[in-house]
């Protein structure tokens, strides 16, 4: 992407990998909100950039220092591998890592370089990782292996949607079985909020999104409960009059953690899942913490280290708890990417992949 709202598929030039990367064929990389932000120039990125992080892909080659990895092996790819030497890593939060967050902002891997350029000018990588590619030169271990048996159209999904979803009931808010939940915005993250809740054994669910093929899918997917935003008032009063235990906010805006905030009952927990456009402010009455005592927290990609959370998700995907398939939208190759994204920013029910 030379510039927001339209990209391009062009040779770039690859440094050599490192002892420690391998080069990941990639296979399927699915169309995050994080890259939609990018797209459409709400997020200041340097350009050109090759945007995508949630893929999976087989492993091509591999550096004589990673030893976890072999040719051939399936892999999804982690966005945060981070540092593991930060305050953040030490205290076990990797995805909140310092240097990965200036990369991310940078538009370069963790260590500042980028590896690709074109015509010697520096090319960017879209949230440290820039998947949206036949190859993708990435630290081992950024590459975590897959399980076999999972489709790779459908692990694609595992690299960034799943961890953050499920990762932000099971990891962050961590509730107690029998609870209420609200999940505002059922596209990718939104949906596997909706089966994190599951899993953890709530009560009622109650997913609210304007598009209602996503509505009729968050019912399949373990919400109890599915109103569009203007009926949301009624739908909360119907579930719970004081308000719900936790309330997901997946879309991120001002707009929907205000809502989210609003509907939690007192002393329950708001938690801000998806990401706003950059400058999003937030206008809060105070008295909801003191005399509420409401929690509003946040997460980012599932609070926990992906190459400990992937497995999890593994084994939510092999006892068939936890349902990928039926969330995969419409494939594109990588020469419609453009296609692709104006199909997520359509409002697709189904997560849009690109098939490199
Ligand atoms: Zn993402
Ligand atoms: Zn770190």
């Known amino acids: 992407m030379r510039e927001p709202g339209r990209l391009e ?25 994080t890259d939609l932000h990018s797209y459409k120039g709400e ?36 966005w945060a591998p981070s540092c593991g ?26 260590g500042g370089r980028t590896g690709l350029s074109l015509d010697g000018e520096v090319v960017y990588r879209g949230t440290a990782t820039g998947a949206l590619a036949e190859h993708v030169v990435v ?63 709530a009560a009622a669910v109650l997913a609210v999104d304007p598009v209602e093929l996503r509505r009729e899918q968050a019912l399949r997917l373990g919400a109890t409960h599915a109103c569009a935003p203007e009926d949301l008032r009624e739908a909360v009063r119907e579930l719970d009059a004081e308000g719900v235990d936790y309330a997901f906010d997946a879309v991120g805006a001002p707009e929907t953690t205000k809502l989210a905030l609003r509907w939690t009952r007192g002393g329950g927990t708001a938690v801000v899942v998806g990401l706003p456009a950059a400058g999003a402010r937030l206008d809060l009455d105070p008295l909801d913490f003191t005399n509420r005592e409401k929690t509003l927290t946040g997460t980012i990609y599932g609070s926990e280290d992906p190459a400990v959370a992937l497995p999890q998700l593994l084994g939510l995907v092999a006892s068939g708890e936890l349902e990928l398939g039926s969330l995969v939208g419409p494939s594109f190759p990588l020469d419609r990417a453009d296609d692709a994204f104006r199909a997520s920013l359509g409002g697709e029910p189904g997560r849009v992949l690109v098939r490199p």
């Open 9 to 33: 598929v062009v040779e770039l030039d690859v440094e050599e990998p490192r002892p420690d990367e391998v080069v990941v064929r990639m296979d399927a990389v699915g169309v995050c909100g």
């Open 43 to 78: 997020w200041n990125r340097p350009t050109p950039i090759v945007l995508g992080h949630e893929g999976v892909g087989v492993v091509a080659a591999v550096g004589d220092d990673v030893a976890a990895l072999a040719v051939g092996d399936a892999v999804v790819l982690s």
């Open 85 to 110: 030497e930060c305050g953040a890593c030490r205290r076990g939060r990797p995805a909140a890592c310092g240097p990965l967050s200036t990369a991310i902002g940078r538009g370069t891997l963790l």
């Open 139 to 201: 630290a081992g271990a950024a590459a975590l292996p897959l399980a076999e048996g999972v489709p790779l159209e459908h692990a694609a999904l595992l690299g960034c949607a799943a961890l953050t979803g499920v990762g932000a009931v099971l990891n962050a808010a961590r509730p107690e079985p029998g609870f209420t939940a609200l999940v505002l915005g059922a596209g990718g993250v939104g949906q596997f909020v909706v089966q994190g809740a599951r899993i953890a054994g």
